[in-house]
T-cell receptor, first 117, second 110 residues
Framework: AQSVAQPEDQVNVAEGNPLTVKCTYS??????LFWYVQYPNRGLQFLLKYITGDNLVKGSYGFEAEFNKSQTSFHLKKPSALVSDSALYFC???????????????FGQGTTLQVKP | NAGVTQTPKFRVLKTGQSMTLLCAQDMNHEYMYWYRQDPGMGLRLIHY???????AKGEVPDGYNVSRLKKQNFLLGLESAAPSQTSVYFC?????????FGSGTRLTVV
């Protein structure tokens, strides 16, 4: 079965410090991996995705994520956090073997990022 | 370019009432999805559609029905609302890889 785990409910960092939001996944086949961000009272916005190729993926707003197949992880990172990065972050996976042509994504439970001035 | 539009944005229902949530997309996407978001549980898939005239059950389909009579619209129905259906509902559409989300419908069932 496919699943996604975000082990931290909340991550607190000081502005200007690097940040990491963790994500691990479990799939039967090769994964498509995604990060989305949700600001208060808004829908989810796409940040970045891994489909194939380079393990380091760069996305919107200076975020990046590293695909690690051996550790089944896809952690979200940013070298220098901004107060405006404070939001709810979701990791999502699509198992290409199981999902077939449905395009279904399975989401983690979300991690709240709090960046303090 | 509106993307994905959900109506209504807010609604309060009494237990046992029915309602329909509308999702409309103008990107000609084949795939559409309905999720519910509850605190600490992330997003859970209710129903989805891989094309006009097709629908399928997701992870938590009980108490909901859907229809996709036109490619651009995906309707989510609650026939007899229950307090357990209090949630934020998100619609998403996709060409095949990755979603575009609507802004959500906050539903309270009292």
């Amino acid at each position: 079965a496919q699943s996604v785990a975000q082990p931290e409910d909340q991550v607190n960092v000081a502005e200007g410090n690097p940040l990491t939001v963790k994500c691990t996944y479990s799939v039967s086949g090769n994964p498509y991996l995604f990060w989305y961000v949700q600001y208060p009272n808004r829908g989810l916005q796409f940040l970045l995705k891994y489909i194939t190729g380079d393990n380091l993926v760069k996305g919107s707003y200076g975020f990046e994520a590293e695909f690690n197949k051996s550790q089944t992880s896809f952690h979200l990172k940013k070298p220098s956090a901004l107060v405006s990065d404070s939001a709810l972050y979701f990791c999502a996976v699509r198992d290409r073997l199981i999902s077939g042509n449905t395009g279904k994504l399975i989401f983690g439970q979300g991690t709240t990022l709090q960046v303090k001035p | 370019n509106a993307g994905v539009t959900q109506t209504p944005k807010f609604r309060v229902l009494k237990t046992g009432q029915s309602m329909t949530l509308l999702c409309a997309q103008d990107m000609n996407h084949e795939y559409m999805y309905w999720y519910r978001q509850d605190p600490g549980m992330g997003l859970r898939l209710i129903h989805y559609s891989v094309g006009e005239g097709t629908t399928a059950k997701g992870e938590v389909p009980d108490g909901y029905n859907v229809s996709r009579l036109k490619k651009q619209n995906f309707l989510l129905g609650l026939e007899s609302a229950a307090p357990s259906q209090t949630s934020v509902y998100f619609c998403a559409s996709s060409p095949s890889r990755g979603y575009t989300f609507g802004s959500g419908t906050r539903l309270t069932v009292v």
